[in-house]
């Protein structure tokens, strides 16, 4: 059925089945974000559907998810700089007040963005952003999604197992 990857993200990871997933890294999964009223939003899944914290990842792979998470980032940063207008920087979260597994979001901010929500957490976005069809994630989005795809090649010398692109 679709949609039922989004029950179980990361086990659906596991299994080959979440279609939002752009890449493995060394501790979880690169996935492109569902909603895309700021093209390029991704998310950083744990490889462990038990962990809710990064407190409970043992040091070597706290370091290690940190690490894909710094480099999801910079893959944002620079597909969204070359494919994407008026590109400005990357905030970076971890914050796990509504999904009870460790994830990062990887969040790109434009100088197109309203000036008063600009220089604002993007969860003070008005709620019909996060549910508009016009933003949910889609074969439009194809481009930005490729394009991080080969940022974290790049990134990592070709050391990522590509994901099939499914969502769409």
Do not use: K
Not at 131 to 145: I, N, W
């Amino acid at each position: 059925m679709v949609g039922e990857w989004r029950d179980d993200r990361i086990g659906s990871a596991l299994r080959g089945g979440n279609p939002a997933v752009m890449r493995r890294l060394d501790a979880g999964f690169a996935v492109i974000g569902d909603v895309q009223f700021l093209p390029g939003y991704s998310v950083l899944l744990t490889d462990d559907p038990a962990v809710e914290r990064l407190s409970e990842l043992p040091r070597s792979r706290r370091l290690a998810f940190l690490g894909d998470m710094e480099r999801l980032g910079e893959a944002v940063e620079r597909a969204c700089r070359r494919v994407e207008s008026g590109f400005r920087r990357v905030n970076l979260e971890i914050l796990g007040n509504a999904d009870g597994f460790l994830h990062a979001h990887v969040w790109p901010r434009y100088d197109w963005e309203p000036e008063d929500l600009v220089r604002l957490p993007v969860w003070l976005y008005p709620r019909e952003m996060w549910s508009a069809e016009r933003y949910t994630l889609g074969a439009r989005h194809a481009p930005v999604r490729e394009a991080i795809g080969e940022e974290l090649d790049r990134l990592t010398g070709g050391d990522v197992r590509t994901a099939s692109p499914g969502v769409g």
